[in-house]
C-alpha cells in the first residue's frame, strides 16, 4: 500500500529548465545542451514516435510480457543535445538521497540511476545506492506489482525479482522494479513508492538527470500512487473541496525564471480562484496513459478556424511536457497556417529551417532591421468545459535569437505526422509555460490557470 503524508496546500518543488543559470543539472553536461530550431525538431520527432511506441504498448500489454519496459526510439537519444525535460529535486530512500530527476506526464514508469553501475560506465556519482536505504526493497516476480508473468521471470537465468527493460533498442539497460520511500519536501513523502532501478547512466540520456519521475495514468505513476494514497486514507468524492488534486505544475517561461511542481495539493487550495477553468479528461483507448482533453476550437487573431469536421481534433489533444512545440493533424494544421500567414502578409518570409525527416517548421518570417513593433495574432486553444489557452508572442512564435524578436522567427507549430502514425494533436511545453496545469485525476479534469510562473 502507499502511503501519501504531509501538508498538501503548499508542496511546491522549484521546476527549472535544463539550460536555466539556477539548474539543478551540472555546468558540463548543460553546456551540450542547445535550443537550436533543428534540435528541438529532432527531439520533437523523436518523442512522438515514443509516445506512439508507448502507447501502443499500452493498449496491448498483457501479462504475458517479459518484464516491465519504457520504449526509446533507438540510440538516437544518445545524440540528442535537444531534449529538454524540466527538472525538480526529490528524495529517494531513508535516509533520503537527493537527486535531480525530470517528470514527464507520459513516460509510462517511473526509473532511477542506481549503484552498482554497469561496469565501465561514468560517471556514477548520481545514482541512488540502495544499500544505504532502510526502507528499500525489490519487488518480486510473484508481486502484482510486477506486470512480467511469473514464468517469465523464473525464466531470466533464476531471476527472482521484477525485471524492468529501459528501451527496446537499449538492450544494455536493464534494471529492476522496485519500492522505496520517496521525499517530496521536508514533510511530505510517498511510502512504497514503485520504480525501477536501473543500473544504466540515466544521465547520459538526461544531461545530468538521474531519473524520471511518471505523472501519467498508469496506475504505477507517482500521480496515480498520491491519488489512491488519498482516496484510501480518507474517501472523498470528486466534489469534495478537501480531496487530493494528483499534481499541478507551472513550467518557467524563460530560463531566467522559476516554475513549481505540485504533488498532493488540496482541492481547497484552488476552491474560488477565477483565474482557474476546467477541461474534461476524455480517455483515448489506444493511450490510456496519457492525458487527451477536448479540443473543440482554435482562434487566430480573433478569427475561428474553419477545421473540417471530419478531422480527428476532438478525443484526440495530448497534453505534454517534453515535447517543445505543438503539432495538430493535417486538416486543423492547414487550417492555422494559412489564416496565421493571411494576417502576417506585410512581414517578409524567412526559408524555413531544413525538415527533420518531412517534420518540421514551414512558416517562418525573417524580422531583422524592421524599424516598427512586430504585431503577431494572437492564437487561443479552446477546449470543452470553456477553458481556453491564450498564446501570446513568444508561445506563437519561435525567436532564433530568444533575447532579440528583430530576427528570424518560426510559427511554433507543425504537422504531427504526414503519413498519419502519429493521429492525434499534441500541445508541446511551449504552449504551456507561465501557466498552472492543474491535474485534477480523480476528478477527470485538467485545470488552466495562466500568468502563474
Known sequence: MNVFSGPSNDNKLPLLHPLSPCSHLSGARRSQATLSVDNILHADRLRLQSLSETGTRSSTASASSDSDSIPIAGNDYHDLPG???????????????NFAVS??????????????????????????DPSLSSSFSPVPCASPDCTAASSSCSGLSGQTTCPFRFGAA????????????LTLSPASSVEGFTFACTTFVVSDLFYGAAGMVDLSRNNRSLASQVASSSSSSSPTTSGDSTA?????????????????LSVGPSRSAYSGRRDLQYAPLVDNAAMPVFYFVELVGIKVGGVDLPIPPAAPIRNFTLIDTATTFSYFVSPAYAALRDEFRRQMARYPVAAPPPPEIDFGLDTCYNFTGLDESIRIPIVRLEFAGGSILELVLDQVMYFTNPDNHFSVACLAFGETNPANTFPVSVIGNLAQRSAEMVYDVQGGRLGFAQGVC
Open 170 to 181: 537499449v538492450t544494455e539497460a536493464n534494471g529492476t522494479v522496485v519500492k522505496d520511500t
Open 103 to 128: 517528470f514527464d506526464t507520459a513516460a509510462g514508469f517511473s526509473f532511477l540511476q542506481c549503484k552498482p553501475c554497469k561496469a565501465g560506465d561514468s560517471p556514477c556519482d548520481a545514482a541512488f
Open 83 to 97: 531534449t529538454l525535460f524540466y527538472t525538480a529535486v526529490l528524495g529517494y530512500g531513508t535516509p533520503a538521497q
Open 244 to 260: 487530493t488534486i494528483a499534481f499541478s505544475y507551472c513550467l518557467p517561461s524563460n530560463l531566467s525564471s522559476h516554475g513549481f
